[in-house]
């Protein structure tokens, strides 16, 4: 295997992992301040909205919503291409991430009992769709601007989930949403919504004040699991 060189330094980086398949999957990773390879760290799994995936395309979504809103978190973010154009909901996608969260574990030491996942739109779903598979994974979900497909709502179970979602959203009706919320809370899931007013779907930046008043509710769920 060859040598894993990462960085230490706070900042922003554009970084590559060769997958088992022979792929390359590109990612976005964000080191905090004060990091310490010494210590135990949290990581935060961001997974990009949907559009021409060019080189580094979850730069873009880091950099506008998730490092600005959990910064505080003091977490590696990492935010990946998707490497499948049928978006992250697939083995294909799935296989990558898992590959992604092994690889940095091989570096840095992450605390996997602050293990966050999160995404928009397309993201978001992906974020459902994982978070129903492997909830032992992820302290915690929070999909922006999403829905699950139905099979994945049914699927989630022991995992805390944060919906952020407006009611100007095109895309996926506010009122869709909140019904799957209630379904989800009948059911007894660990299940918050914040709604917004008016804000449209492709005002990405426009969530990144809701985005990290999820902070507080990320640590707690991070001193429940210890």
């Given at each position: 295997?060859?040598?894993?060189?990462?960085?230490?330094?706070?900042?922003?980086?554009q970084e590559?992992?060769?997958?088992?398949?022979g792929?390359?999957?590109?990612?976005?990773?964000?080191?905090?301040e004060?990091?310490?390879?010494?210590?135990?760290?949290?990581?935060?799994?961001?997974?990009?909205?949907?559009g021409?995936?060019?080189?580094?395309?979850?730069?873009?979504?880091l950099?506008?919503?998730?490092?600005?809103?959990?910064?505080?978190?003091?977490?590696?973010?990492?935010?990946?291409?998707?490497?499948?154009p049928?978006?992250?909901?697939?083995?294909?996608?799935?296989?990558?991430?898992?590959?992604?969260?092994?690889?940095?574990?091989?570096?840095?030491?992450?605390?996997?009992?602050k293990v966050?996942?999160?995404?928009f739109?397309?993201g978001?779903?992906?974020?459902?769709?994982?978070?129903?598979?492997?909830?032992d994974?992820?302290?915690?979900?929070?999909?922006?601007?999403?829905m699950?497909r139905?099979?994945?709502?049914?699927?989630?179970?022991?995992?805390?989930?944060?919906v952020?979602h407006?009611?100007?959203?095109?895309?996926?009706?506010?009122?869709?949403?909140?019904?799957?919320?209630e379904?989800?809370?009948?059911?007894?899931?660990?299940v918050?919504?914040?709604?917004?007013?008016?804000?449209?779907?492709?005002?990405?930046?426009?969530?990144?004040?809701?985005?990290?008043?999820?902070?507080?509710?990320i640590?707690?769920?991070?001193?429940?699991?210890?």
């Amino acid at each position: 295997m060859p040598e894993i060189n990462l960085p230490e330094r706070q900042g922003i980086y554009q970084e590559s992992l060769m997958l088992e398949s022979g792929d390359t999957l590109r990612y976005t990773l964000s080191i905090p301040e004060f990091f310490s390879p010494r210590g135990k760290v949290p990581l935060v799994i961001a997974l990009h909205y949907g559009g021409d995936v060019t080189a580094w395309y979850g730069k873009g979504y880091l950099t506008i919503l998730v490092e600005p809103a959990l910064c505080e978190l003091g977490a590696v973010i990492a935010a990946p291409d998707c490497p499948s154009p049928a978006g992250w909901d697939n083995p294909s996608s799935e296989a990558a991430v898992l590959a992604l969260m092994n690889h940095l574990k091989r570096y840095y030491t992450i605390d996997d009992k602050k293990v966050v996942l999160t995404g928009f739109s397309l993201g978001g779903i992906g974020t459902w769709y994982l978070a129903a598979r492997y909830p032992d994974l992820f302290s915690a979900a929070i999909p922006v601007s999403a829905m699950p497909r139905p099979d994945m709502a049914e699927a989630v179970r022991n995992i805390p989930v944060y919906v952020i979602h407006s009611t100007g959203d095109e895309i996926f009706p506010v009122k869709r949403v909140e019904e799957m919320v209630e379904k989800l809370k009948i059911r007894g899931l660990q299940v918050r919504m914040k709604t917004l007013e008016g804000i449209s779907h492709y005002q990405t930046p426009s969530f990144v004040d809701t985005l990290r008043e999820t902070v507080p509710w990320i640590e707690q769920t991070w001193q429940e699991k210890n």
